[in-house]
C-alpha cells in the first residue's frame, strides 16, 4: 500500500456518503484516501431498506408533534420510542428538536431539504451512468398504504406538500385501485398513495460495494483504521489513529452516527444523535412484492432485497452503546404477516443500524468552523443512502473551493 502523504484527500467513514463522496473527489483528480475502522459498508450503510426516498421532504420535528409525542416515545414497541436508559443523554438533542418544530424552522427545513432531493437526484442518475450501475436499481415505485378514509385525510397535508414541491404521485381510494399496483395486501387497507418515481437499490451493501470497486479501480485505497481525533495544521490536517497520524490536505468527516466524536476533537459539540432502526431480511420471497410498500400508520417498510424481502423501520431513540432491543423488529414481522396474507414470518435474519440523526433533519455539510481544511458531511438520519450522490457533489464543490449548486447555510453547523 502507498505511503500516505499530505497531498491526498483523506475520507473518514466508509458507509455510502464517504465512498460516494470519495468517488466524486476522485473523479476530480484528487488522490483520495478512505479510512474506516470495519471496512465498507459495515454499519448503517449495510442494512437499511435500500430506498431513494427523494419523496420524503417532512422532518421528524413537525409543528405539533410534541403533543404526540409523550405517547409514542412511552411505548417501547411504538414507530418512535426512546430507551428509558438513555433519556438523560438525549435531552440537550430534544431541546434542539423542540426549536425544530417551531414553523419558521420547520418551513425552512422543508425548503432546504427539497432542494437537497432535487439535486441528490439528479446526481444520482448521473453517478448510475458514470458506474454502469443501472443493473443495481430497481424503479418499481412506493405505495403508501391507509386503513380508512380518516387516515387518508389526514395524509393530505402531506401529499399536498410534495405536489408543491413538484412531485408526481397518484391518490388511490379504493381496495381495488390499490391492488392494480400491489395485489395481495390485507383489504383493511382502503387508500394510498403511489410514487412513481421512487427508486430502490436492489441491494444497499451491494450498491456501496460497487461504488467502493469503483473507487478503488481507478487507484482509490481503503483502509481499515479507528481514527481518534483531527488536529488542524496549516497546510492541512493530521488524522490521528490508533496506530499514528495520517497527514492530509483535506479532510472529510464521513462517519456517520460516530461524527460528532471527531467534530468533539475539533471543539465543535454537535447534537447528533441515532434513529436506531430495526429490521429482518428474508432470503426468498414468500410474497410477490411487486413495488415499495410503506405502512406510515405502523412506521415500517417492506422493500425487495436481492431475492428476498426486507421489513423494517421504526425510530428508537436509544444512543450507540445500549444492547438492541430485537423485540421491536419481531413485532414489525407479526403486522406483515398480517397485512401480507401468504407471507412467511419465519427464516428472518434480525439487524439493527444507527442512523445518524440531527435534530432538524437536515444534515451538516460545510467546512468546520475554525478549520478550513476539514469538511464535514454527516447527520442524514435515515435518508443517508438518498441524498449521497448530492452530498458527494456538494463536497467536491468545498474541497474544490467553487460554489456549490445550492446554498449550505441551511446545513452549517453552526445552526444550533
Given at each position: 500500500?502507498p ?12 458507509g ?5 463522496a ?18 465498507v ?25 410534541l403533543?404526540k409525542?409523550p405517547?409514542?416515545?412511552l ?20 431541546w434542539?428538536?423542540?426549536?425544530a418544530?417551531?414553523?419558521?424552522r ?12 432535487r439535486?441528490?437526484q ?16 430497481r424503479?418499481e415505485?412506493?405505495l ?12 393530505l ?11 408526481a404521485?397518484?391518490?388511490l ?15 383493511r387497507?382502503?387508500h394510498?398513495?403511489?410514487t412513481?418515481?421512487?427508486m ?19 487507484g482509490?485505497m481503503?483502509?481499515?483504521?479507528d481514527?481518534?481525533?483531527i488536529r488542524?495544521?496549516?497546510a492541512g490536517?493530521d ?5 499514528g497520524?495520517?497527514a492530509?490536505?483535506?479532510?472529510v468527516?464521513a462517519?456517520?452516527?460516530?461524527s460528532h ?9 454537535i447534537?447528533?444523535d ?5 429490521n429482518?431480511?428474508f ?9 415499495h ?12 432485497i436481492?431475492?428476498?424481502?426486507r421489513?423494517?423501520?421504526?425510530v428508537?431513540l ?21 397485512f401480507?396474507?401468504?407471507f412467511d ?9 444507527f442512523?445518524?440523526s440531527l435534530?432538524?433533519?437536515?444534515p ?21 443512502l ?30 444550533f
Amino acid at each position: 500500500m502507498p505511503h500516505p502523504t499530505q497531498t491526498e484527500i483523506i475520507v473518514i467513514g466508509a458507509g455510502i456518503i464517504g465512498v460516494t463522496a470519495a468517488l466524486a473527489l476522485q473523479a476530480e483528480g484528487h488522490r483520495v484516501r478512505l479510512l474506516d475502522r470495519k471496512g465498507v459498508a459495515a454499519e448503517t450503510s449495510r442494512g437499511n431498506a435500500g430506498a431513494f426516498a427523494f419523496a420524503e421532504l417532512e422532518p421528524l420535528a413537525t409543528p405539533g408533534i410534541l403533543r404526540k409525542a409523550p405517547k409514542w416515545l412511552l411505548d417501547p414497541l411504538g414507530p418512535l420510542s426512546l430507551r428509558l436508559a438513555y433519556a438523560a443523554q438525549i435531552l440537550p438533542w430534544m431541546w434542539h428538536f423542540w426549536r425544530a418544530t417551531a414553523p419558521s424552522r420547520y418551513e425552512a427545513a422543508v425548503q432546504a431539504q427539497s432542494g437537497l432531493m432535487r439535486l441528490s437526484q439528479q446526481a444520482l442518475e448521473r453517478l448510475i451512468t458514470r458506474v454502469d450501475g443501472e443493473p443495481l436499481m430497481r424503479r418499481e415505485g412506493q405505495l403508501q398504504v391507509y386503513e380508512g378514509q380518516a387516515q387518508f385525510a389526514a395524509s393530505l397535508p402531506a401529499w399536498e406538500l410534495r405536489r408543491r414541491h413538484g412531485i408526481a404521485f397518484d391518490l388511490l381510494e379504493s381496495p381495488a385501485a390499490i391492488a392494480e399496483i400491489q395485489p395481495g395486501l390485507n383489504p383493511r387497507f382502503t387508500h394510498a398513495g403511489f410514487t412513481p418515481g421512487w427508486m430502490n437499490t436492489v441491494d444497499p451493501a451491494r450498491w456501496t460495494e460497487h461504488l467502493a470497486a469503483a473507487f478503488v479501480n481507478a487507484g482509490g485505497m481503503i483502509e481499515v483504521a479507528d481514527v481518534r481525533a483531527i488536529r488542524p495544521r496549516e497546510a492541512g490536517a493530521d488524522v490521528i489513529t490508533a496506530t499514528g497520524p495520517r497527514a492530509a490536505a483535506q479532510v472529510v468527516v464521513a462517519a456517520g452516527a460516530w461524527s460528532h466524536h471527531l467534530a468533539r476533537t475539533l471543539g465543535h459539540r454537535i447534537p447528533l444523535d441515532t434513529e436506531r432502526g430495526y429490521n429482518t431480511t428474508f432470503p426468498t420471497a414468500s410474497f410477490d412484492l411487486r413495488t415499495h410498500l410503506t405502512f406510515s400508520n405502523h412506521g415500517f417498510v417492506v422493500s425487495r432485497i436481492g431475492e428476498g424481502l426486507r421489513v423494517g423501520g421504526a425510530v428508537e431513540l436509544g444512543g450507540l452503546n445500549l444492547p438492541p432491543n430485537y423485540r421491536r423488529a419481531e413485532i414489525l414481522v407479526r403486522k406483515t404477516a398480517e397485512f401480507l396474507p401468504g407471507f412467511d414470518p419465519n427464516g428472518g435474519t434480525q439487524w439493527m443500524g444507527f442512523r445518524p440523526s440531527l435534530p432538524d433533519s437536515l444534515p451538516v455539510i460545510a467546512r468546520a468552523p475554525g478549520a478550513d481544511r476539514v469538511i464535514y458531511a454527516f447527520g442524514h438520519g435515515h435518508l443517508g443512502l438518498t441524498q449521497s450522490a448530492g452530498t458527494a457533489e456538494l463536497v467536491a464543490a468545498l474541497v474544490a473551493g467553487r460554489a456549490p449548486a445550492l446554498s449550505l447555510a441551511p446545513f452549517d453547523p453552526r445552526r444550533f
